[in-house]
Structure formats: C-alpha cells, structure tokens
C-alpha cells in the first residue's frame, strides 16, 4: 500500500516525477536493460572490428617478404592480370586490382561474382599476386579464410552465406545495432558525469583499491574514454544500411546529390575491329584527368561494353585504401566517359564520404587505425566489469534485504 500510495503522488507532482534521482534511475535502467541483452553483441562486433582495421595485413599474414621497390622491378598490372586470367580463363567478367601500398604488400585481384559463390550476399574470389614476380601466391573465396570469416561475422553474423537476401537482413540488423550502442554509450555519460565538478576522481583509477572499487574505475574511465570513438563507430555503423534516413538530414545543412557515391551506368561504344585499351594506357588517362595522384585501383571491363575504372587517391582523402577519386573510361576509345572528384563535393557530400574511413579507422592514417583497434577492446571490458559490478551490487542488495527481514 505505502509503494502505490508513492507511486500515485509521483505521478500527481511532476516535479517528484523528474527529479534528478528518478532521470538517473530511468537512465541507469536503461543502460542496464540495453548491456543485458546484447552487450554480448558489442564485445563480439568490438573484437572482429578490431582484427578488421588490420584486414589487409592479416590477410597476408604468413606469406613470403617481398623485397621492395628499390630492390626489384615491379610488373606491370597487364602482365598480372593476364596471369590471373590464364588461371582462370572460365572466369570472363571483371576483375578489380587493388595496389600495394598503405595496408599491403601484395597486388589482390578480385573477381566480384564468382560462379561457386553466386548465391551468397558478398564472396568475392580474392588473388594475391607478388607484383615484383607475378607470380600468384594465394587464392580463396571471401569467407574461406579465418579473417575474411571474422570480417564476415561482423557484417552480417555469417548470415550472407545462407542467400543474398538473408543476408541483407542480417546487414541492416547488424547495423542497427549502432543505435543500442549508441544509446548505451550517452546514458552511461549520463551516469558518469561527476556531482559537484570531480572530474579527478571520475577519469581515473583509484590507486591501491579493492578489487570492487578496481572494477567500477576500470568501468566508469574505459566508458568515458572509449565512448568519444565508439559514439562514432556506433553512427557510421548504422549509415551503412540506413543512409536514406541520414541525407535528408545532412541535406538540410548543405545540399546531396541523390546518387551520391554511386557507380554511374556507363557502357562502352563498341566499333568494328575495335582492339580494347590495356590497363596502363588506362591508368595513364586517369593520371591526365588527377595528375599526381596514387593510384590505388582498377576495375577491369565485365564485358564487350564494360567500361575501366581507375581509382586514384588526391592529396588529404580520408579513405586511403580505396578512394573516391575515380575515373570512367571507354575500353576502346580511351574516352573520360564520368569523373567523380571528392575535391569538389559538397559539405554534405564530403560528410557522408567520411562515413566509412571514419568506421574502420583509416581517417589519420595509422595512428587513427591503432587508436580504432584499441577502442574495439573497449566493449569487452566494459561488459566484464559492468557484469560483475551489476553481480556485487546484487548481492549488496540481497544481503542487505536479508538484515532488514530479520530484524523484523
């Protein structure tokens, strides 16, 4: 009767309603409710994120040292691909090269749709190729092996495997787990934020402390130094699969084209006795429309009407590995069908092309990508500490409820 005859005055006074005491308990509630139930999510996206920011590297993990620039002669990227094509002559549509440089040693040539994987949401077959030798020395279909496995956790939970659109699904679900994150992460600032301006005691670990007090410092300082990188992994993550709902926001602030960032339709004109450009004369067309800039890739014709496009990286772009920086070309006239130059995007336009260098890390380069690995480790320490601190305060409250029933 005492519980409902409060209930009912809290109800009736809405300043009892929202005192600070009540905010914080809602809050803390939430956090809770939201760690409880998929905090076991965060850790696994965390981890994989984490082996993610280093995709390319670990991906050659194991393979043998190249001798570099200076020492050997590299090959040129038609005589590459024809040795990939000679492996595999049944393989007829385009391949996408994707230089050494800034995450690798190595030339991966990837065949986006092979025939094996078709049904999948996203296999590619990936080659490595030694650039100075030519020679290939590792193929495999994405999610073959151990990496491009923990990368395909993360996506989708392994969900493309089972049917491209089963495995949209479990895209548009993965990423809509950014916004649990992102919610847990503000109420836990919510519930970090000092009384009375401490912040001392709040951003660090007291020294020489019980092993319960190590565990709410471990969790409040983590929380707070960590929650500044995974608020933006948490917002980048949801764009993925639901940039439809964040244009027209960033569209009001300045303006977005509707096929921002997407490949134009383009097709080549096919003449008679037409010889098709090589990949060089390709690349040196490309270098016409960006001079000095890197080049960073290619996508081969996917057929008589298929088209080249050249990726290359300007001075200052955030995606370093695979930039935004692209030119169309006509595989048999060599004519500059489209340009798509992100010097000349708009605010808006630049924003939404942060996105994804801001997602994996490679914004600031190496430093960033340390930085954003670290912070993958962040929701596995979080859950362990937040775990045992809800298991000690539980306890707490058992104990002390058990003094009270006694005593009457």
Known sequence: MLKESQRAFNLSNPQRLFSRKNIRK????????????????????????????????????????????????????????????????????GWFMVLPGYRSDYVWVEYPKPEETKHELFAPLEILVDPYSGKIVSEHFWGRTLISLIYELHADFLTGKFGAEIGKTGFKVVSFF??????????????????????????????????????????????????????????T??????????KPLVNVFSAVKADHLKNPALKSTVADFAEPISIAQAAAIADRVFPGAELRGIDTPDSKEGVYMVAKRQAGEANRKRPRSKVW????????????????????ETFLNLLWPLHDGQVFGLPSRILWCIAGFAPLVLYVTGILRWLQKRRSNQATNKMRRGRC
Not at 237 to 246: K, Q, R
Request: proline share 4%; charged share 10%; hydrophobic share 45%.
């Open 26 to 93: 809602f809050w803390l509630n939430v956090h809770l409710m939201i760690a409880l139930t998929v905090g076991l999510v965060f850790v696994i996206l965390g981890l994989t994120g984490s082996c993610n920011v280093f995709y390319y590297e670990l991906g050659e993990l194991g393979l043998p040292a190249l001798p570099g620039a200076s020492q050997a002669q590299s090959r040129s990227l038609d005589e590459i691909m024809q040795t990939v094509k000679a492996a595999h002559p049944q393989r007829t549509g």
């Open 178 to 235: 950014g916004v649990f994150l992102f919610v847990c992460c503000v109420s836990g600032l919510y519930l970090w934020w000092p009384h009375g301006g401490k912040f001392k005691n709040a951003l660090t670990i007291k020294p020489r402390s019980s092993a319960q007090r190590f565990c709410f410092d471990l969790h409040k300082t983590t929380g707070f130094y960590g929650s500044a990188l995974l608020l933006v992994i948490a917002f």
């Open 237 to 246: 993550g949801f764009s993925f699969s639901y940039n439809d709902y964040i």
């Open 329 to 348: 070309i006509d595989q048999y006239s060599g004519k500059v069908l489209a340009v798509q130059d992100p010097a000349k995007f708009t605010a808006g």
